[in-house]
């Protein structure tokens, strides 16, 4: 645990102070606090905000570092799905090497916490999981990562996904995945109930990647809803992409929002531009907890992305078209404290007592730091510096 005291800080954009960290908590702000021996860093009145939340993404999967994968494919997610799975380790996916490369770097861009989804499947068994786990372990004074156990290749229809899943979930993960229960399993009823019954056996909250579009994603919504009521599982579900709130018709969105916010469920959005996206200024008028991620990054399914969630928020506000400098604020504010909400981080915030995890951002309003594409000055974890000037302290394998 470290003490620091930086100095010429503006939390939030606003009135410039110093702020002095003692055994990795936030233990005091103020202009002109004794430096007391501990060392002081110049913050050079830039804006000083809580570590940026990557709350998607797939640390499994990014060929980043790595030759250029050439995409030559025309495929369905089926068959993206099925190549990655039996390609990866031919391409050299090491999900040690590559998890470490993504984490660093989205640490150097001012994060503090990951959640990461990982494949678990009848092919590769943990062994993608113990991956992520070591480069958790080597990175736990840099970045925090939580593991959620992701059966993208289905589960009903690949016997024995089932106690794979049970296992992750007593080895490592915290959270359970799940994915189109009728476009991928085909059995909507199958692939819930499975999800449904493990989360409650191991009392872990649920994640499930739901691209389903339109009315065949609203289905698979009202099949989660019954379940959540049934379980009383309010609170523990998060719908990842949730496409089909994106969808035109106004008042059948508004009934599943609302049902959404009746039961607690937090969206994770992507922005994703190749598709119909929740709206983030809607959500927030339903009072529903929203967070980011930048999903997979140069992967095998595409090309595009970068680890820093600052150009998530960029992507987001464009994808919503947001202009006013109040809704820029809340696509930060979905980078940072809204995935805490969704990851239900204790600890987490910018005052008296709480993990000094923080990013320094450059411009004069937090509206301006969105759009301002540059590197973070200087990022905190618990009290410690790991990056400064988008550099990591620790090395990039
Ligand atoms: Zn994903």
């Not at 059995?187 to 389903?212: S, T, V, W």
């Not at 006013?324 to 969704?342: I, P």
Request: glycine fraction near 12%.
């Amino acid at each position: 645990m470290s003490n620091l005291l930086i100095r010429n800080v503006r939390p939030n954009a606003g009135e410039a102070t110093d702020i002095l960290v003692r055994d990795g908590k936030i233990a005091a702000f103020g202009k002109g606090l004794a430096a007391d021996g501990v060392a002081v860093e110049d913050g050079s009145g830039h804006i000083v905000i809580s570590g940026l939340i990557e709350a998607h993404t797939h640390l499994d999967k990014s060929v980043w570092g790595m030759p250029w994968h050439v995409n030559a494919k025309t495929a369905t997610l089926r068959e993206r799905i099925d190549f990655e799975r039996e390609k990866r380790l031919e391409i050299g996916i090491d999900p040690h090497r590559q998890s470490m490369r993504q984490a660093i770097m989205l640490s150097a861009n001012g994060a503090s916490h990951i959640r990461s989804h990982v494949d678990i499947d009848t092919t590769h068994g943990l062994r993608l999981m113990e991956g992520i786990i070591e480069t958790r372990q080597a990175l736990k004074d840099v970045i925090d990562i939580e593991i959620v156990a992701f059966p993208q290749s289905g589960l009903v229809t690949r016997p024995g996904t089932v106690e794979l899943l049970d296992q992750a979930l007593s080895n490592g993960a915290e959270v359970l995945g799940g994915i189109d229960p009728c476009g991928i399993d085909r059995d909507p009823k199958g692939h819930l109930d499975a999800i449904f019954g493990l989360a409650e056996k191991h009392g872990k909250p649920i994640d499930i990647h739901l691209h389903e579009q339109g009315e065949l994603g609203a289905f698979s919504m009202e099949m989660m809803f019954e379940r959540i009521r049934a379980l009383g599982m309010q609170g523990k579900v998060a719908i990842s992409h949730a496409f089909a709130l994106g969808a035109p018709d106004y008042l059948r969105v508004g009934g599943l929002i609302e049902q959404i916010a009746e039961l607690d469920i937090r969206i994770v959005t992507t922005g994703s531009p190749s598709s119909t996206v929740p709206s983030i200024l809607r959500l927030k008028d339903a009072g529903v907890k929203v967070a980011a991620g930048c999903d997979g990054i140069r992967d095998t399914w595409g090309p595009w992305g970068q680890p820093d969630m600052m150009d998530r928020a960029r992507i987001l506000g464009m994808k919503n078209g947001l202009r006013r400098d109040v809704d820029l604020e809340h696509a930060l504010y979905v980078c940072s404290k809204g995935g805490a909400d969704v990851m239900d981080i204790e600890g987490y915030g910018l005052e008296v007592g709480c993990d000094a995890d923080f990013t320094l951002l450059t411009g004069e309003t937090l509206a301006h730091a969105v759009v301002d594409v540059a590197p973070r000055p200087l990022v905190v974890k618990r009290g410690r510096v790991v990056a400064r000037n988008g550099v990591a302290e620790v090395a990039i394998p």
